[in-house]
T-cell receptor, first 113, second 114 residues
């Protein structure tokens, strides 16, 4: 069975400081993993994806994530937060079959000046 | 490409009324999805289509909900009769191929049922 757990429902950082959004997953198969971002009143947009190539994945807007199989984690990071990064972020696991695309509960990122 | 287009963006209706939400997927995408997002339950998959054929509708809450995809460029989600608990943001998304897991979302239709 698949599952995904986002360990923090809310994260607050100051502009210019690092961002860490945590995600743990469970999957019976080698999964594909994604991070999506949702800005207020908008649809979800793909930030980055892991599909069993390089374990460190770079995405848009300076975000990256590292796949760690031993820890079953796929944490999202950014070295320096920008005000425009304030949004909700979803970790997603996919093991083939769209009815098995599992979204995490989301982490709301707040960025303060 | 214009992306996934949904209409209306906002709908306010009274309980018992019929609601129709519309979606135009990205041209060339062969998968189309309807999701519902609420604070309580997060993002839920309602139904998805492949090449205009419904593949999995197990997420449709009850018989009041129905979805159609008459052609590759248009889909509707209908609620009849609507109830206050149907208030949510409904997203349409599309994808190319079965192995990517990558979805392209519309901006959503915010439904309020009074």
């Amino acid at each position: 069975a698949q599952s995904v757990t986002q360990l923090d429902s809310h994260v607050s950082v100051s502009e210019g400081t690092p961002v860490l959004l945590r995600c743990n997953y469970s999957s019976s198969y080698s999964p594909s993993l994604f991070w999506y971002v949702q800005h207020p009143n908008k649809g979800l947009q793909l930030l980055l994806k892991y599909t069993s190539a390089a374990t460190l994945v770079k995405g848009i807007n300076g975000f990256e994530a590292e796949f760690k199989k031993s820890e079953t984690s796929f944490h999202l990071t950014k070295p320096s937060a920008h005000m425009s990064d304030a949004a909700e972020y979803f970790c997603v696991v996919y093991s083939g079959g769209y009815n098995k695309l599992i979204f995490g509960a989301g982490t709301r990122l707040a960025v303060h000046p | 490409d214009a992306g996934v287009i949904q209409s209306p963006r906002h709908e306010v209706t009274e309980m018992g009324q019929e609601v129709t939400l519309r979606c135009k997927p990205i041209s060339g995408h062969d998968y189309l999805f309807w999701y519902r997002q609420t604070m309580m339950r997060g993002l839920e998959l309602l139904i998805y289509f492949n090449n205009n054929v419904p593949i999995d509708d197990s997420g449709m809450p009850e018989d009041r909900f129905s979805a159609k995809m008459p052609n590759a460029s248009f889909s509707t989600l209908k609620i009849q009769p609507s109830e206050p608990r149907d208030s949510a943001v409904y997203f349409c998304a599309s994808s190319a191929g079965s192995k990517t897991g990558e979805l392209f979302f519309g901006e959503g239709s915010r439904l309020t049922v009074l």
